[in-house]
């Protein structure tokens, strides 16, 4: 039986940076606040919509060790403890654990691109230096590595493998380790523009960078869909399908960043290589989050 780690809803949440590039810990507290009080079944911290990428190890451990004091056990503390070299991601899922981490969300290795043998052989290596349960990054757009459904038979011999963050877009995809796979393994989507199919079919939840914006829309789609209320899941689905949408135009977390900022969040910029939005990108957000208001 699967360790179920959370079901519903969850933020991978934005890292807020002040106006010297810094982590505005004042302003973390306030979003995970937001979260916990509309209805987000767990945290994500040190994601890509978190700028992984550029936060230090040091950094990113703080950040979960404030969190975890901000959170206090009510909802799981997921954070992310990815690498393309095994030694470092193994560093790092020993240190966010000590840091009160309750889950790990570990991105495939990228750029480096393992084969399905190399991928069992990292997680299996990460096992070794943890006891967290793993969530499972597959994002190929990003990593250029698919996760195939039948990868996943060999994965599942590793104990802490529980749950994938699937956001290869591929629908079929998804739909058959859902079918082959849902005893062992919590099937969460990592594409807000097909949570609610992904949830039809059988999902346990959703990783959600809407979540940011919207918290208790996305857990409002997540629980009508667990009662069976499909069509109240699609038409809530549908009413933010636009600004959806609108902040894939440009790489994450760079559009929600900027929606948040337009809707007085003032969660600050972003650390190079990633920049301000476009003027034209930023319009249409604007635009599209007049229209939910509506």
Known sequence: MRKIIFKGA???LVTPFDNFGKINYEKVEELIEFQIANGTKAVVVSGT???SATLSDREKTELTAFAAKVIRHRVPLIAGAGSNCTEHAQSLCAAQEKAGADALL???????KCTPKGLFLHYKACAEKTALPFIVYNVPSRTGVNIYPETYEKL?????ICAIKEA??????AARIISLYSDALSVYCGNDDLTQILLSSG?????SVLSNLCPKVVSDICEANFRGDSKQGELLYEKYARLIAAMSLEVNPIPVKTAMNLSSRNVGGFRLPLCETENLTKERIARELAFIKN
């Open 168 to 173: 290869s877009g591929n629908i079929e995809q």
């Open 156 to 160: 599942l011999e590793i104990k802490n």
């Open 106 to 112: 570990i991105v495939t290795p990228y750029y480096n």
């Open 49 to 51: 919509t978190g700028e």
């Open 203 to 207: 999902a346990a939840g959703t990783i």
């Open 10 to 12: 969850a933020v991978a």
